[in-house]
C-alpha cells in the first residue's frame, strides 16, 4: 500500500508539474515608437563624431590658419588612421587628432604621432 501511494503522489506531482509549465509558454509582442530607430541611430552619429560621450583626442597645433593647414597635410602625409581637424577656438587655429575611446587607446596613438609632432599633446575636449 506504500508503494501506491508514493506511485499516487509522484504521478500526481508530475502531472501538475507539466500543467504549469505548459501554462506558462504564451507570446509576448513588443511595441516601440518608430522614432527609436532614428534616435538610436543620431546617438550613433553623435558618438563618432565625439559630441557625446567622453572621447579624448590629441592636439598637434595652436595658432594661425595657414600654419594650422601645413600642420595638418604634414600630418595627413604621414598618418591615416586617426581622423584630423582643425578647429577654429578664439584667437587660435587648432589642429586636433582622433576621437578615443580612453586614454590608453588615446596614449598609444600619442607615443606615434610624438615621433613626427613632439609638442602633441592629449587632452579630453569640454563639451559644449
Known amino acids: 500500500m506504500n508503494r501506491k501511494r508514493k506511485f499516487i503522489l509522484t504521478a ?18 513588443i511595441e ?38 601645413k600642420v ?3 600630418y595627413r602625409s604621414l598618418y591615416a588612421q586617426w581622423p584630423s581637424t582643425i578647429v577654429y577656438e578664439t584667437p587660435n587655429y587648432k589642429v586636433w587628432i582622433g576621437n578615443f575611446r580612453n586614454s590608453l587607446e588615446a ?6 604621432i610624438k615621433k613626427s609632432f613632439p609638442a602633441a599633446f592629449r587632452f579630453k575636449p569640454e563639451r559644449k
Do not use: C
Not at 532614428?38 to 579624448?56: P, Q
Open 12 to 29: 500526481s506531482f508530475l502531472i501538475g508539474f507539466v500543467g504549469i509549465s505548459v501554462a506558462q509558454q504564451g507570446q509576448v509582442r
Open 72 to 74: 595638418i597635410k604634414e
Open 107 to 112: 596614449d598609444r596613438a600619442l607615443m606615434e
Open 32 to 69: 516601440q515608437d518608430e522614432i527609436i530607430p532614428e534616435l538610436l541611430e543620431k546617438k550613433t552619429e553623435m558618438v563618432k563624431e565625439g559630441r557625446l560621450g567622453d572621447r579624448y583626442r590629441i592636439q598637434l597645433f595652436s595658432g594661425d590658419n595657414n600654419e594650422a593647414s
